[in-house]
């Protein structure tokens, strides 16, 4: 007899303006099923789990929980049919603790809160599922791996029986992300469905029990994960084709582009540096792994001019930066890719040619006694669109139009326009699609070949070890250990991510 | 000195320094509640404006005191809609919507009040609340005087502001609204509405703030002027940063700010010095915003204050 | 649920610029039709009254026109600041500011006579930019919000201007609580024989050319849209927000002395309490209104002086309270709100899904 279905969706279709995000999907869950929701970005997972939570009203199709209808209008609905979602960026409240964090949205009996009852519920997951946290910590302390933690909680205490993972592990150690999948092993064999969407293609190998693959809105594979089953096999039905790895030539490390010497910073609300020694040269790629939160963004900052160091020398280029502003490093021919493309990389409210000269306008190339020079601005902007393939209506368009990897490329055409020797890249590729992370790989390759030096912030590790020459990992405001390409394996940057250091 | 600090520090003074804190206490908590789930309502001068003229024309008309404290509060629930529907509904800026609903709001209120009264010679009064002294309470020395012979309209405040803090801190409700101001993402996955939690949250402020507009037109004085609010309503709007959006601290600012309107009206009406009583008038303003500036560097502002929620969006 | 879907327009098209306005403007009327009505008045006639009132006569037409140069000003200077989400509520403020100094310099018999109007101007300026740096410098300097500063402003420097006007500035002539008139000679030249029109007017016109210029081709212009619109980005890309701000602040507050300096110079010649019905309040409306464009800054501000202007001769025929202004005020700035909705997003119907 084949086990009763759990969920079952049927033709669901939503359309975005002209992007038709999901094109009549079928899916099924079955009771213990771990089912793996691969595809690149864009091809149409998210919006089909938001649909299922409730976050969109889909245009067609039908969802059927135990076999039952089930209208799910909104997010209350999604919970009261069983159906918890993580989602990729959490949705916890910093400043409360955990315990009211759990309580959030719960239909209390009576006036008062009810804390007994929530903190039974913390005990019952913790016996079952061996999942814990202390219920009165502010979640503002806790790690990542335990804010997690507690939307896994979270949505258990709701009584889920669907389980709805968005990118689970993007910001855990590869330690902590098998701790994720024993607890998803524990639910499985609870007669639970977890839907796990990743692009990690050995996560899904790892933990799951089928998978299914999107692309453009529709489901183009389905296959149970048995040894018919490989890495490369996966990619190439993710994609479409057959992928390679970008080519890294051999360079010979050059004159050093960014010195940094016991940098340190005073923390306040972020976490602070203490004493980073770090080295890069013309012709590297250092690639800076860690679990976010460690002081990766705080050491962009400073590099970048927009965060003051409390001690220790920053020297780029063969000069000492005092002031840190962002000009000052921008003259010492640094370029910059922010982790948050909209937030505090490009104006999305404003066109697309201004973002395009934004921190250069004040160059003798576009303006002039104070005076801009629209059309060198227009020319330059509709010569970068060209080059870097920016798929954009003309320059004038509302920058917050643009997709992901359009956004990231007219970040990239910023940046690069000015032959930059130091370029910092915090997470350039995430939300990407392969061919626009492909493309953006490759532009780093050739400015390594150039003789420039690029940082490379990332918390892909996959990225890491795929184009770095040498691998920093930060742990706590501090650099643990500085790996050659050649001698670092998962299993060694991911204890150093975990503070861990071997003994010698 | 001597002279004035005895002029000053009486019974009467702190029994006015309660009576003028009663708005004021209104006024903040109804602004705290719209905060805490997220919206600066900046209506709250012209809903305070609206709501005195409601309330008063109201009382003027049928002599029922009660009658236009309920026109008061309603015509507070309506704007705290209004500006629901701006803000929540069609997500606008909440800075330009805020001005323009007191833009709107004192605009009607003058005409409004034109309309029904016209221009006569002498002020249209009523005869406003009498301090109710409470039994047994009020004969307490010193403090009985001061808190237990006031306003029935005080001593709703004065139970509001723990009711606030219970309703906030205490009740699933409370801890919903500030999920709601604080990470509306969270709180909608939670499965709790964000658009009604904040329309909750409108009305609820609304209707405090046309508490405060009616006490001051039918208890502190017994008309209404075109000054009735004066910069009150942007006051609350200081206090609740100074009082850290919260409803305990956010009172003992409009207390402390109370202190300081009394006083200044002592001073005014004190022979010992000769300054124009504008200069009084202006020293409460001038001490808020230097309150504001020693407090505002560390605020905790909840963290989606002025942000519009679309559940699609990140 | 809802049948209405919001979709982000890639770019806005120039007509909506014109027609949104218009349209918002039309919804306030129709609106306020209602109260026009409920005080037992003819709406075509009370309307009539109120728009055609101000056009009738050449001489009403000019008055008009003299009206509108403290407008254009106000709203030039709400248009500056709010571009850099410097919320300046200020404006009134900053006015009375510009209009203290105008009187205090126009008044000095130991200046020569021709510099006299040069320094009202420069004076105004300057005061209406220092009264708006103080919260711009509390904003960058100590985080304390700008919209309750600006407006918290307002009340002190008008009580502060009352108390000089009550005590030392007090008119020794008269006796009223209003300053000493200025000079003949500080007095702006007429523009135009037998009417008001004074040199403040053609400021104001060479004012709005001015902030379009400054917005639209100025290195300044570009950060401060770039700084109103994503100030982290604008931090990240070198520039300096705290300097941009203060700038704009200064600009913001220096336009609104100049409304002030007008009004002195051109009409009153003096200080006193009414000198300002909320100029300030309702450039927040005409900035809004013109969607923060200074040329559409222009025909705003005449809009709502022909409406200040022919609400008093509407009162006097028709009886509607004159606060129908105040009322309309208030009214087009929350339906210009909700209409420029539909310069960012696109309206459309969802069809119906099968469930």
Not at chain 1, 424 to 435: E, I, K, N
Not at chain 2, 64 to 69: D, E, I, K, N, P
Not at chain 2, 299 to 304: C, S, T
Request: hydrophobic share 50%; proline share 4%.
């Amino acid at each position: 007899m084949e086990s009763p279905s759990l969920l079952e969706m049927r033709g669901i279709a939503k359309r975005f303006g002209d992007v038709q995000a999901n094109d009549g999907v079928d899916l099924t869950l079955k009771c213990g099923d771990i089912l793996g929701l691969l595809g690149e970005n864009g091809a149409g997972k998210t919006t089909l789990m938001n649909i299922l939570f409730g976050v969109y009203a889909a245009d067609a199709g039908r969802i059927a929980i135990d076999g039952r209808i089930a209208h799910i209008r909104n997010s209350a609905d999604a919970l009261a049919h069983g159906v918890g979602m993580v989602h990729q960026h959490f949705h916890l409240i910093p400043r409360l603790t955990v315990l009211e964090n759990m309580m959030v949205g719960q239909s209390g009996r009576g006036l008062r809160l009810d804390r007994g009852f929530a903190l039974g519920r913390m005990r019952e997951i913790e016996r079952s599922f061996g999942l814990r946290l202390p219920p009165d910590a502010r979640v503002g302390d806790l790690t990542i791996g335990e804010q997690q933690r507690l939307e896994i909680i979270k949505a258990l205490a709701r009584g889920a029986r669907i389980l709805i993972l968005d990118e689970p592990t993007a910001a855990l150690t590869p330690q902590e992300a098998e701790g994720l999948f024993m607890a998803l092993r524990a639910m499985a064999g609870q007669r639970m469905g977890v839907i796990f969407i990743s692009h990690k293609l050995h996560e899904i190998l790892a933990v799951t029990t089928r998978v299914v693959i999107m692309q453009q809105g529709r489901v183009v594979a389905e296959t149970a994960n048995d040894d018919t089953v490989s890495k490369k096999r996966l990619a190439e039905l993710m994609t479409g084709h057959e992928i390679t790895p970008p080519s890294k030539v051999p360079t010979t490390p050059g004159r050093v582009r960014l010195r940094i010497e016991n940098l340190q910073t005073r923390g306040g609300a972020r976490p602070s540096l203490k004493g980073v020694c770090l080295e890069v040269r013309g012709g590297e790629i250092l690639g800076i792994a860690g679990v976010s939160g460690n002081g990766q963004a705080e050491l962009a900052d400073v590099i970048a001019g927009v965060l003051p160091a409390s001690g220790g020398t920053l020297e780029i280029n063969g000069t000492k930066v005092f002031r840190f502003t962002p000009r000052e490093v921008q003259a010492l021919e640094a370029g910059r890719i922010p982790e948050d493309r909209m937030g505090t990389g490009l104006v999305t409210s404003l066109p697309l040619r201004s973002c395009m000269v934004l921190s250069r306008i004040r160059e003798r190339r576009f303006s002039r006694w104070g005076f801009l020079k629209h059309r060198a601005i227009g020319r330059f902007a509709d010569q970068q669109i060209r080059s870097f393939g920016i798929r954009a209506a003309g320059n004038h368009v509302r920058t917050g139009t643009l997709s992901g990897g359009n956004l990231q490329k007219a970040l990239l055409a910023r940046e690069l326009a000015w032959e930059p020797t130091l370029l910092l890249a915090a997470q350039p590729t995430r939300g990407l699609d392969v061919a626009a992370a492909r493309f953006v790989h490759q532009r780093f390759l050739d400015l390594r070949g150039r003789d420039g030096a690029i940082v490379l912030i990332s918390e892909d590790l996959e990225e890491i070890f795929a184009l770095s020459d040498r691998i920093a990992v930060m742990f706590e405001g501090r650099v643990m250990d500085v790996l050659d390409i050649r001698a670092a394996t998962v299993a060694k940057v991911g204890l150093l991510m975990a503070g861990v250091r071997e003994a010698a | 000195m001597n002279e004035i600090l005895s002029q000053v520090f009486q019974v009467g003074f702190f029994a006015a320094v309660i009576r003028i804190a009663t708005p004021l206490v209104f006024g903040t908590l109804g602004e705290l509640f719209a905060e805490r789930a997220g919206v600066l309502n900046l209506g709250i001068e012209g809903i305070m404006m609206l709501a005195a003229m409601a309330g008063f024309s109201t009382a003027f008309f049928t002599g029922s005191l009660w009658l236009g404290v309920l026109a008061a509060v309603l015509t507070g629930v309506m704007a705290g809609a209004l500006m629901g529907l701006l803000t929540v509904s069609l997500g606008l800026s909440q800075h330009v919507s805020g001005i323009g609903l007191t833009l709107l709001c004192s605009g009607l209120s003058f005409f409004f009040y034109r309309l029904i009264f016209g221009q006569p010679s002498s002020l249209p009064k009523i005869s406003s609340f009498e301090p109710l002294a409470l039994p047994g309470l009020a004969d307490i020395p010193v403090l009985g005087p001061i808190l237990f012979n006031q306003f029935a309209l005080v001593y709703l405040a004065m139970a509001i502001v723990p009711a606030a803090a219970f309703v906030l801190y205490q009740t699933p409700w409370g801890l919903n609204l500030r999920a709601v101001g604080e990470n509306p993402h969270a709180a909608y996955s939670a499965g709790v509405s964000v658009t009604a939690m904040r329309y909750q949250a409108l009305l609820v402020s609304g209707a405090l703030m046309g508490l405060a507009g009616a006490f001051l037109c039918m208890a502190q004085y017994n008309a209404y002027t075109f000054g009735v609010i004066s910069g009150r309503g942007w006051v609350c709007i200081a206090l609740i940063v100074f009082g850290q959006w919260n409803p305990w601290k956010s009172a003992a600012g409009s207390i402390l700010f109370a202190c300081i309107d009394a006083l200044q009206l002592r001073l005014q009406a004190s022979s010992a010095v000769h300054l124009p009583y504008q200069v009084f008038l202006m020293l409460p303003f001038v001490l808020t915003i230097v309150g504001m500036a020693l407090v505002s560097r560390n605020a905790l502002a909840p963290a989606a204050l002025l942000k519009p929620f679309r559940k699609e969006a990140r | 649920m809802t049948g209405i879907r919001l979709e982000l327009r890639a770019q806005s098209p120039w007509w909506l610029n014109v027609l949104l306005p218009l349209g918002a403007v039309g919804a306030t009327l129709v609106l306020c039709s209602g109260l026009v009505v409920l005080a037992g008045a003819d709406v075509f006639t009370a309307y009539s009254k109120l728009f055609l009132s101000s056009l009738s006569t050449a001489f009403n037409l000019v008055e008009t026109v003299v009206k509108a140069a403290p407008l254009v000003f106000t709203g030039l200077a709400v248009t500056v600041a709010f571009r850099a989400k410097f919320w300046n509520i200020g404006a009134e403020g900053q006015l009375l500011a510009g209009a203290m100094a105008a009187a205090f310099i126009g008044a000095r018999e130991g200046l020569p006579a021709w510099s006299l109007v040069p320094l009202m101007i420069a004076g105004g300026a300057l005061a209406g930019s220092v009264w708006a740096l103080v919260p711009a410098v509390l904003k960058t300097r100590y985080k304390v919000d700008d919209v309750v500063t600006t407006l918290l402003l307002n009340f002190v420097l008008f009580y502060g201007m009352m108390a000089l006007l009550d005590g030392p500035w007090k008119d020794p002539l008269s006796g009223y609580p209003d300053s000493p008139d200025i000079r003949m000679e500080a007095e702006f030249p007429i523009l135009l024989r037998a009417t008001r029109l004074h040199l403040g007017v053609l400021l104001a016109a060479v004012a709005a050319a001015g902030v379009w210029l400054l917005l639209r081709h100025t290195t300044l212009g570009f950060e401060i849209d770039a700084v109103g619109e994503n100030p982290n980005a604008a931090r990240y890309a070198g520039i300096h927000l705290a300097a941009v701000t203060l700038i704009a602040a200064a600009v913001s507050g220096a336009l609104a002395g100049l409304a002030g300096v007008g009004e002195v110079a051109g009409i009153h010649f003096q200080v006193m309490a009414g000198l300002s019905p909320g100029y300030g309040y309702t450039g927040i409306v005409i900035a809004m209104l013109a969607r923060l464009n200074p040329i559409g800054v222009v025909p705003a501000a005449v809009f709502f002086a022909i409406i200040i202007t022919g609400a008093e001769a509407m009162s006097r025929a028709t009886g509607v309270p004159v606060f129908l202004a105040d009322v309309i005020q208030g009214m087009a700035l929350v339906t210009m709100l909700a209409a420029l909705m539909l310069t960012q997003y696109r309206i459309r119907l969802n069809r119906p899904g099968h469930e």
